[in-house]
């Protein structure tokens, strides 16, 4: 028989031989992911791992894809290249339906022959750069909108994003840059890039031809950028996880305009590095 009732037991705690272990660093380093990019009117995504073989080859070469030795269909033949072709895919199947402003990204597995798996991060952007509002005009995405949003991305985890132009077969050429790292140090970027800056990934404008593939008729312009996120990972130690205070300047500050003229070809990036160099 119950002699006391449960409201009569004291109450006790059990003893901690230890502290809590602190959550792993990867999920907080996906949340700050996720965090930054809502935060820029994206939406995630979850596609599908396993695409057609004629897609992956329009991003990988053929000899370098992994193939599924019993798939389902053919359309869940080979394990995707990249994250881009299902992102692609997720904005034809929105616009299909009338909606033409989307931004998708995506977190996670990649694979090739070559380089086995790792993780990724993917983007993609098409329609309004900017929400519709009555004080201003409308504007479609462009290219710096998207460098933007990986210059934002990056500086949050301790990495200066450097943009060089490169080619890809599936981006529009001139409209499309390798992202490589230069690092931060206490908050601040080095004024000058490494020597041979380690690759993040690359941005640019998809094909149009790609984008006919694809369904998508009226010539709409679709930015995709996609990382390697080990190597933007590994830096995050570097960011400033305290805030300091200083003093005010003892002095007013002095501001000048200063104009240079220089050659149309030469990259902006040349001239904020010589400026950073001084």
Aim: aromatic letters at 8%; hydrophobic letters at 35%.
């Amino acid at each position: 028989c119950i002699r006391d009732s449960y409201d009569q037991l004291p109450s006790t705690f059990p003893s901690l031989a230890q502290p809590t272990p602190r959550p792993d660093p990867k999920i907080e380093q996906d949340r700050l992911l996720r965090r930054i990019l809502t935060a820029g009117g994206f939406s995630e995504a979850a596609t599908f791992t396993f695409i057609e073989k004629k897609q992956a080859q329009r991003f990988s070469e053929a000899s370098d894809l992994v193939p599924i030795e019993n798939p389902l269909s053919e359309k869940f033949s080979v394990l995707r290249p990249l994250i881009t072709p299902g992102l692609i895919e997720a904005v034809a199947h929105n616009y299909h339906r009338e909606r033409q402003d989307v931004q998708l990204f995506e977190i996670g597995a990649c694979f090739s022959k070559q380089g086995g798996e790792r993780q990724a991060l993917g983007l993609i952007w098409t329609g309004a750069a900017t929400p519709n509002h009555w004080s201003t005009s409308n504007r479609n995405v462009d290219l710096y909108d998207i460098i933007g949003i990986v210059e934002r991305l990056c500086l949050a985890f301790g990495v200066k994003a450097l943009f060089t132009p490169t080619f890809r077969d599936y981006l529009v050429e001139g409209h499309t840059a390798t992202i490589t790292k230069n690092k931060v140090a206490n908050g601040t970027p080095d004024p000058l890039p490494l020597e041979k800056p380690p690759s993040l990934g690359q941005l640019g404008q998809l094909s149009p031809s790609i984008a006919e593939a694809y369904g998508f008729r009226n010539k709409e312009k679709i930015y995709v950028a996609e990382f390697d996120l080990s190597s933007l990972k590994e830096d995050l130690d570097n960011v400033p996880d305290n805030v300091y205070v200083q003093p005010l300047p003892r002095y007013p500050s002095i501001i000048r305009d200063v104009s240079i003229i220089v050659d149309e070809t030469l990259p902006a990036s040349a001239v904020r590095d010589t400026i950073g160099a001084v």
